[in-house]
Antibody
């Protein structure tokens, strides 16, 4: 089990870019696949995108034009950038490790390890 | 986008009772691609069931998942005090989507 810790500014102004970092410990970031998921206060979960260990990315179409995910292998960190933010982007942002593959019963896919989350508020 | 609708929104039950939570999808989903999570206040979600019916590591056998097509269920056979929380279903698709959640509260 790896440990994940999100960090970044808790307050971002409208129209600016939200930047968060997820520091991974207990394993090499390139050995796993990752996601960012967010949760507006009091609401449900929204998947933002994947960063696969091989370097490929896949984003939620609803956010694709504004999202960039990347990794820093020397720091073992995953990063999220979300541009042109509005109040609707106010949420707790989680990074999560994806567990995906095949077992005796077939394909599986789930988010196995999660960070504690970090609240980002978009406000002037 | 595959929309997941969870019902009921809130389930009020007593410890020891059986809880049955429903997750309906707008498009058919392989049960292998359906996952259930539990979330407690101030905490990140925790995986309970993946592949529709496989309990994740450390999850007690009072939790079970089932269903197929567009209707899936999470059953908690006998509620323990630690089980009162919000439960989310999630499907693996493009895009990946979550249900709106069912809150299981103490009656």
């Amino acid at each position: 089990q790896v440990q994940l810790q999100e960090s970044g500014p808790g307050l971002v102004k409208p129209s600016e870019t939200l930047s968060l970092t997820c520091t991974v410990s207990g394993g090499s970031i390139t050995n796993y696949d990752w996601s960012w998921i967010r949760q507006p206060p009091g609401k449900g979960l929204e998947w933002i995108g994947y960063f696969y260990g091989g370097g490929a990315t896949k984003y939620n179409p609803s956010l694709r034009s504004r999202v960039t995910m990347s990794i820093n292998t020397s720091e073992n960190q995953l990063s999220l950038r979300l541009s042109s933010v509005t109040a609707a982007d106010t949420a707790v942002y989680y990074c999560a490790r994806l567990s995906m593959g095949y077992d005796d019963t077939g394909f599986y896919h789930f988010f196995e390890d999660w960070g504690q989350g970090t609240l980002v508020t978009v406000s002037s | 986008e595959n929309v997941l609708t969870q019902s009921p929104g809130t389930l009020s039950l007593s410890p020891g009772e059986r809880a049955t939570l429903s997750c309906r999808t707008s498009q058919s989903v392989s049960n292998r691609l359906l996952t259930w999570y539990q979330q407690k206040p101030g905490q990140a979600p925790r995986v309970l069931i993946y592949g529709g019916s496989t309990r994740a590591t450390g999850i007690p056998d009072r939790f079970s998942g089932g269903g197929s097509g567009t209707v899936f269920t999470l059953t908690i056979s006998r509620l323990e005090p630690d089980d009162f929380a919000v439960y989310y279903c999630q499907q693996y698709g493009n895009p990946l989507t979550f249900g709106g959640g069912t809150k299981v509260e103490i009656k």
